[in-house]
């Protein structure tokens, strides 16, 4: 993984696509508009086979722009489709089960909401940390918040790159700048808006010039 595939982050949410439009469809334009990693979360699909087959198409159109594809904790769809990585929650695998289980070739990232939790998550091997949130986010309810203050620490106590998550979008992404990122993890900022491929573009835009 090199640092500069962190910098736009997309992260995959069905939920928030206009009608008609299929998940493989928005990543493509996510892409399109200078996407430079993407996660596949989607927490509402049980079925395994569906989860392998549109993984899977992702992983080929994510390929195909030379851009890594990331499971978001299911380590065994990420070995099965043969994806770049996988990333864990505080709640779900524990980081140094992860990192045996998917070797030591694949990306471990790993979300850290603590100094603690940071440097914790880097001695267990992660290769870059997802933290937040620092903004209002509907993706995920239950996310804590988190102060660019905290961010800043994090970014300090760490060697590996960090990664701001949690409703980032064109309006406020700017108010990372001095936080010393690598980038940023979006999904409404960029799934949910009428044109994907412009969003990402400006969100692109934006982010070059903060981090």
Same mark, same amino acid.
């Given at each position: 993984?090199?640092?500069?595939?962190?910098?736009?982050? *997309?992260?995959?949410?069905?939920?928030?696509?206009?009608? =008609?439009?299929?998940? *493989?469809? %928005?990543?493509?334009? %996510?892409?399109?508009?200078?996407?430079?990693?993407?996660?596949?979360?989607?927490?509402?699909?049980?079925?395994?086979?569906?989860?392998?087959?549109? !993984?899977?198409?992702?992983?080929?159109? /994510?390929?195909?722009?030379?851009? $890594?594809?990331?499971?978001? #904790?299911?380590?065994?769809? %990420?070995?099965?489709?043969?994806?770049? =990585?996988?990333? +864990? =929650?505080?709640?779900?695998? $524990?980081?140094?089960?992860?990192?045996?289980?998917?070797?030591? #070739?694949?990306?471990?990232?790993?979300? !850290?909401?603590? /100094?603690?939790?940071?440097?914790?998550?880097?001695?267990? =091997? *992660?290769?870059?940390? @997802? /933290?937040?949130?620092?903004?209002?986010?509907?993706?995920?309810?239950?996310?804590?918040?988190?102060?660019?203050?905290?961010?800043?620490?994090?970014? @300090?106590?760490?060697?590996? $790159?960090?990664?701001?998550?949690?409703?980032?979008?064109?309006?406020?992404?700017?108010?990372?700048?001095?936080?010393?990122?690598?980038? *940023?993890?979006?999904?409404?900022?960029?799934? !949910?808006?009428?044109?994907?491929?412009?969003?990402?573009?400006?969100?692109?835009?934006?982010?070059?010039?903060? +981090?």
């Amino acid at each position: 993984m090199n640092k500069s595939d962190l910098l736009l982050y *997309a992260v995959t949410d069905r939920g928030n696509l206009s009608d =008609g439009k299929t998940l *493989a469809d %928005a990543v493509l334009d %996510a892409l399109s508009g200078g996407v430079t990693m993407v996660q596949y979360r989607e927490k509402n699909i049980i079925d395994k086979k569906k989860r392998i087959t549109e !993984a899977g198409m992702i992983l080929d159109i /994510c390929h195909a722009k030379n851009v $890594p594809l990331i499971i978001d #904790d299911d380590i065994e769809l %990420a070995i099965s489709i043969g994806a770049d =990585g996988v990333h +864990v =929650g505080q709640s779900d695998t $524990p980081p140094a089960v992860a990192r045996q289980l998917i070797g030591p #070739d694949r990306i471990l990232g790993v979300t !850290a909401k603590s /100094c603690k939790m940071a440097v914790s998550a880097e001695a267990y =091997g *992660a290769d870059y940390l @997802g /933290c937040g949130a620092l903004f209002s986010t509907l993706t995920k309810s239950d996310a804590v918040p988190m102060s660019i203050d905290t961010l800043k620490k994090i970014t @300090g106590s760490v060697r590996i $790159p960090v990664v701001a998550i949690g409703g980032i979008n064109e309006k406020n992404v700017r108010l990372l700048s001095g936080t010393h990122i690598a980038g *940023a993890a979006v999904s409404g900022g960029i799934f !949910a808006q009428e044109d994907i491929r412009k969003a990402a573009r400006s969100l692109k835009s934006s982010l070059i010039e903060i +981090v």
